[in-house]
T-cell receptor, first 116, second 109 residues
Framework: KAGVTQTPRYLIKTRGQQVTLSCSPI?????VSWYQQTPGQGLQFLFE???????NKGNFPGRFSGRQFSNSRSEMNVSTLELGDSALYLC???????????????FGEGSRLTVL | GENVEQHPSTLSVQEGDSAVIKCTYS??????FPWYKQELGKRPQLIID?????GEKKDQRIAVTLNKTAKHFSLHITETQPEDSAVYFC????????FGTGTRLKVLA
């Protein structure tokens, strides 16, 4: 069974640009969540999608957005990049179903974004 | 807002000793508490989890305890080995997971 795949793995952008990151979940997983990882800040929750709907959102500005397609693949977009957006962006998929039905997160290897 | 505090941020132990990492959460609705291990340059991977209706869970050298009243849960690693060296993250949540800031564990041979 293929794992969670994220593309691109590495990218360099300049301030003011925008970026789109992609995540393909494990086959059969309907929940995809995104996290920002920076040194000292751990894993900060961005948003979670389930069946093409954003079910939960973290405390990030509106420059951070995402979407999920009918095949459960997800993308996240960051517009008007700032230096502080440099981080490892991790996507995780899960079988999570209905209310309160939590499940193991399977992480991708991440997309490392550097903003110059 | 929802928050998970994790301590210590770094921990060094001698091989064979035990290691304990503690987390406190704020959202009383949290019902699932996983622990993830992230080795250098690799993705986080689940090592053990516990649900709110259980007070303790063990898996070989790893155990997790949960005190719902105090909103506190802990990871215990016994007989530590060099391969246990990694960053460990606790998390709490329902649909979404709030992660702690991580503990860098170093096991000294």
């Amino acid at each position: 069974k293929a794992g969670v795949t994220q593309t691109p793995r590495y990218l360099i952008k300049t301030r003011g640009q925008q970026v789109t990151l992609s995540c393909s979940p494990i086959s059969g997983h309907r929940s995809v969540s995104w996290y920002q990882q920076t040194p000292g800040q751990g894993l900060q929750f961005l948003f979670e999608y389930f069946s093409e709907t954003q079910r939960n959102k973290g405390n990030f500005p509106g420059r951070f957005s995402g979407r999920q397609f009918s095949n459960s693949r997800s993308e996240m977009n960051v517009s008007t990049l700032e230096l502080g957006d440099s981080a490892l962006y991790l996507c995780a998929s899960s079988l999570t179903g209905g209310a309160g039905n939590t499940g193991e997160l399977f992480f991708g290897e991440g997309s490392r974004l550097t903003v110059l | 807002g929802e928050n998970v505090e994790q301590h210590p941020s770094t921990l060094s132990v001698q091989e064979g000793d035990s290691a304990v990492i503690k987390c406190t959460y704020s959202d009383s609705a949290s019902n699932y508490f996983p622990w993830y291990k992230q080795e250098l340059g690799k993705r986080p991977q689940l090592i053990i989890d516990i649900r709110s209706n259980v007070g303790e869970k063990k898996d070989q050298r790893i155990a997790v305890t949960l005190n719902k009243t105090a909103k506190h849960f802990s990871l215990h690693i016994t007989e530590t080995q060099p391969e246990d060296s990694a960053v460990y993250f606790c998390a709490a949540g329902t649909y979404k997971y709030i992660f702690g800031t991580g503990t860098r564990l170093k096991v000294l041979a």
